[in-house]
């Protein structure tokens, strides 16, 4: 399945701690966005959909959440509950996130603009695309 997990480097002393994000370094393509999510009620569910094209790393920068990956075969469960742990997602992969912890806040750094046409929001349509590639 088109993911990895990545140990992000700590820099840490008595001033705190320090996590370093870079373009083609700890993050394996150019940024050209940044979003996060916060004020997540407990219940939500987020997601349901793949991306035709873009690649991102998530990181869970307060509490815990889950993610729920499927590449249209295998299903893959991770939890992000640490800031220095980032999760690549490739296109090409659906993904859907549950169980946030109370005061979640998801950093998520992408390769691309935000382009709707990139998403496909439907699982059958998700599906059908695998089988022609
Ligand atoms: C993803 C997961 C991890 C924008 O206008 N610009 C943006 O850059 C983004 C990401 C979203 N939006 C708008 C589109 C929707 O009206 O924000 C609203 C919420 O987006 P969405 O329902 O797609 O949020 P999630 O949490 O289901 O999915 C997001 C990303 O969209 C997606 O790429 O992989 O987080």
Known sequence: MNYKLIDLPVFEDERGALVPLESMAEVPFEIKRVYF?????????????????????????????????????????????????GLYIGNNVWREMKDFSENCIVLVLASDHYFEDDYIRDYNTFRATLNKS
């Open 37 to 85: 999510m916060y004020n997540i009620p407990t219940s939500a569910e987020r997601g349901f959909h793949a991306h035709k094209n873009l690649q991102q790393v998530v990181v869970c920068l307060r509490g815990a959440c889950k993610f729920i990956l499927d590449d249209g075969f295998d299903k893959q469960e991770i939890t992000l509950d640490r800031p220095n742990f």
